[in-house]
């Protein structure tokens, strides 16, 4: 992922030209540039003609966040034609404490609350904090930059839907066009037919050269051969075609009946090679856990992957997540934890079986749209051993315990696909959440662990 892009703007009334805010200004921009940021630092707006000018400038070099440093009391019409001109920009407040603490006009702390108070009216969200430039607070404007950056990715990208919803899964059907107007994500439908024609035409070499790749990365117990998992592999070439001539960003795909049942293959060690290359999918076709996949895995830079919530363990104080075999093998730990093996419960195709590793996780699912109105259902865990159980697992610990995680998960109708990431992402997710528009929902007492 490229470095983030920062659009940053000097925020000061036009009546200021005072030394300490050029020396405030120069320390942030040049501190933000060594974190590792792309700074495009404006001439300080004097009217709202130069702010509208700024926005125009951010707009065409395709900024990820747009950061507004406040140094002294400002003309609110500018930052507010700022906002007006950025509405689709995430958008950072950072407020120096004071100016000079003996001398308390004119204040930044006055510039950011007036601001705030007419850019929230005008319908615009943003973050915001308050304090000088140190390391702790530039780290923070680099955080908010990534998520930014996640944001804007997200309104480009293009996922694959293969195929209709399995059958009676009702609560991955979504209107695709809301989840556009409120992500920008456009959903590319693509026939199962036509995929399945590329696999049997797929490369036999390509295939076993997948084949081998997955063999190295699955050192486990192997009860299929070579042979029959490069047959399987014929559709890893064809979906990594699909991905490449749609310009997809993920997929999801229809796996059963006809696939599982009928054909007597499996998706799965495909969708493991992919998730490894870092190409997220997901199982069923369900749009909204794909999207979750995409998100947590983008905010990681590692792959993350969508489980059913299979059982409750209640004397471990735990949740089983599993599915069939489809996740990317570097989430076990060691190759000789990943098995290859045919499906569960039909004996046929090819799966990569693995217990998860233990470690902390952030657990979330994108909910379909409620009369408009999507939410980001989120929750910390961390994952415990599981051993003797099929497909991809993980034993998961939520927080701030697997009964008040389930209760809420019950009351907030959350869908039976829950995606998993390595990482605690609960701040990540809040600002996503802040920057699209979209509410967060946390179990009760989230918050205690939200640091």
């Known amino acids: 992922m490229n470095p983030p892009t920062i659009g940053f703007v000097t925020c000061v009334h036009p009546f200021y030209d005072l030394p300490a805010v050029a020396e405030a200004r120069e320390r942030a921009v040049a501190a933000l540039r060594e974190s590792g940021c792309q700074v495009i630092a404006a001439p300080i707006p004097r009217n709202s003609q130069d702010a509208v000018e700024t926005a125009r400038n951010f707009t065409a070099s395709a900024i990820d966040l747009v950061v507004l440093f406040f140094c002294t009391w400002v003309a609110e019409e500018i930052t507010l034609a700022l906002a007006s001109e950025l509405i689709d920009v995430p958008m950072l407040f950072w407020a120096l404490p004071y100016l000079d603490k003996d001398v308390p006009m004119p204040s930044p702390m006055s510039g950011i609350t007036s601001s705030g108070s007419n850019i929230r009216r005008l319908g615009k969200r943003f973050i915001h904090q308050i304090g000088g430039v140190t390391p702790a607070n530039v780290e923070k404007v680099l955080h908010a930059a990534k998520v930014a950056a996640v944001v804007r990715a997200l ?57 081998e790749r997955l063999m190295r990365a699955a050192q486990g117990e192997r009860s299929i051969d070579t042979e029959r998992l490069a047959e399987n592999l014929r559709l890893y070439v064809a979906l990594k075609e699909t991905v490449r001539q749609n310009a997809l960003d993920g997929y999801c795909l229809r796996c059963w009946p006809e696939l599982r049942d009928q054909r007597k293959i499996t998706p799965c060690a495909a969708h493991a090679l992919l998730s490894e290359e870092g190409v997220p999918s997901t199982c069923e076709v369900d749009l909204t856990a794909l999207i979750t996949t995409w998100i947590l895995s983008r905010l990681a830079g590692a792959p993350a992957f969508n489980f059913d919530l299979t059982a409750y363990l209640e004397d471990e104080g735990a949740i089983q997540l599993a599915h069939c075999g489809a996740a990317a093998p570097s989430l076990a730990g060691a190759p000789e934890a990943v098995s290859l093996r045919s499906h569960m419960r039909t004996a046929t195709g090819a799966t990569v079986e693995f217990p998860f590793k233990p470690g902390p996780v952030t657990l979330a699912k994108l909910l379909r749209p409620n009369h408009g109105k999507p939410a980001l259902a989120a929750a910390a865990g961390e994952v415990i051993s599981s051993q003797g159980i099929r497909g991809s697992v993980a034993t998961v610990r939520p927080m701030p315990s697997a009964a008040v995680f389930l209760d809420w998960l019950m009351r907030r109708a959350v869908e039976h696909h829950i995606a998993l990431v390595y990482g605690s992402w609960l701040s990540d997710l809040r600002m996503f959440c802040e920057f699209t528009g979209i509410s967060l929902l946390l179990p009760e007492n989230a918050d205690r662990i939200d640091q």
Request: hydrophobic share 40%.
């Open 155 to 211: 309104r480009s990208a293009r996922f694959g839907i293969i195929g209709d919803p399995c059958p009676g899964m009702l609560d991955v059907e979504v209107d695709a066009e809301e989840i556009r107007k409120t992500l920008g994500a456009t959903a590319v439908p693509l026939n199962l037919d036509s995929l399945l024609q590329s696999a049997e035409a797929a490369s036999p070499k390509e295939a076993s050269q997948a084949a």
